[in-house]
Structures are given as C-alpha cells and as structure tokens.
Antibody
C-alpha cells in the first residue's frame, strides 16, 4: 500500500532553517509528481510547492518563493523541502502528497513546523 | 490565484443529504474536469473522497458523490452519518502557474 512518511519538523527560531523529508513506499516513486502542502493552525490547506517526476519542473507559491527549495531523490524514494529564512507565518503542519493532474491522491501524516523565538 | 469559494459551514441531521458548493472561475473549476474533494478530521491528514469531478477512490462510501455545473462544483453526502462530521476542501486544476488551487474549506456538522 502507498505510504508517505514525513520527518524533520520541529521548533526553529525566525530566520532559521529546517529540512523536511518524505519517505515514499508502495508505488513507483519516480513515476509521480510530488507536492508539499501546509496547514497553519486553525486554517485551510495551502499548496505551495511541487516537483515533476524527474525533478525538471518545479513550482513555488509566492509565499515561499526564494526561501523554500523542493527536491527529490528517486533512487532513495524520497522527497525533500529545504526551508530557509523561516518566518512566524510559516508555522504549520507540512504534508507531502502524491499528485496527478492537481489531485493529491495520497497524503502523509504531516510534520509540525513551529517558528518562534 | 485566489482560493475557491466554499461555505464556511453546512449542517444536517443523521440520514439527511447535504451539499457543499465550490465556486471558481473558467480558469479552474469551469475549465477542467479535475475537481477533487478531501475530508479532514481534526488532527488528521486530508483524505481524497472524490476526484475528476465525480469519481470515488476505492474504499470511499458511495454516499459521497460529486458534480459540476459551470464554474461551481458540488459534493453531496447522502445518508449523513456522525462519522461524516469533518472539514471538507475542494481543489481544482488551474491554468495558472500554480497548477492547483484549494477551496476555503467547509465544516460539516451532524446535528
């Protein structure tokens, strides 16, 4: 069965950095686009980054552009999100998801990122 | 890219049917048959309930159905059950660079 397991969340000070990982299993990882979606406490879902199956196409929402970098290692069945210059408004649960035509068919359980001094 | 518009809350009694709307534009909901619906219980990850407007993934109850008319998509839950109480989000493919846009979310309450 498809499994996505995020890790790497935690407490970080404003201006700091964090790297999230998402370990995929149960499907051919290299065949699929992957996304990161976040959800601030008590708020809705925000889709902010995606990467094509071979990593050649990347997308970032304006809210994270220039600060976040999405990447993948198909040999390790892993998706990553490097987050720099973190702000309080980046505090959220971060989900990785397998996507197809903008549909997120499978989601991980999420990892909480808290940006606070 | 603005979020798709959903009602903040919808409620119904057990056994009733409810419908949640999701309004976009011709650049997203109205232009493509790639509308999805997600269910999210408190503290849990979202779960795909409907994709491509009206398709159910394996394992999703047939009490959930989707439709679309013009720039508005809808999710109908029939035979409402206590376990259906959750937040629901729509999403759509969009021809903007964002590729996908989520709705604002709807809290479903079972009375």
């Amino acid at each position: 069965q498809v499994q996505l397991v995020e890790s790497g969340g935690g407490l970080v000070k404003p201006g700091g950095s964090l790297r999230l990982s998402c370990a995929a299993s149960g499907f051919t990882f290299s065949d699929y686009y992957m996304s990161w979606i976040r959800q601030a406490p008590g708020k809705g879902l925000e889709w902010h980054s995606y990467i094509s199956s071979r990593g050649r196409t990347l997308y970032y929402a304006d809210s994270v552009k220039g600060r976040f970098t999405i990447s993948r290692d198909n040999a390790k069945n892993s998706l990553y999100l490097q987050m720099n210059s973190l702000r309080a408004e980046d505090t959220a649960v971060y989900y990785c998801a397998r996507m197809k035509m903008a549909t997120m068919h499978y989601w991980g359980q999420g990892t909480l990122v808290t940006v606070s001094s | 890219q603005s979020a798709l518009t959903q009602p903040a809350s919808v409620s119904g009694s057990p056994g009733q049917s409810i419908t949640i709307s999701c309004t976009g534009t011709s650049s997203d909901v109205g232009g493509y048959n790639y509308v999805s619906w997600y269910q999210q219980h408190p503290g849990k990850a979202p779960k795909l309930m409907i994709y491509d407007v009206n398709n159910r993934p394996s394992g999703v109850s047939n009490r959930f159905s989707g439709s679309k008319s013009g720039n508005t998509a809808s999710l109908t839950i029939s035979g409402l059950q206590a376990e259906d109480e959750a937040d629901y989000y729509c999403s759509s493919y969009t021809n903007s660079s964002t590729r996908a846009v989520f709705g604002t979310g709807t809290k479903v309450t079972v009375l």
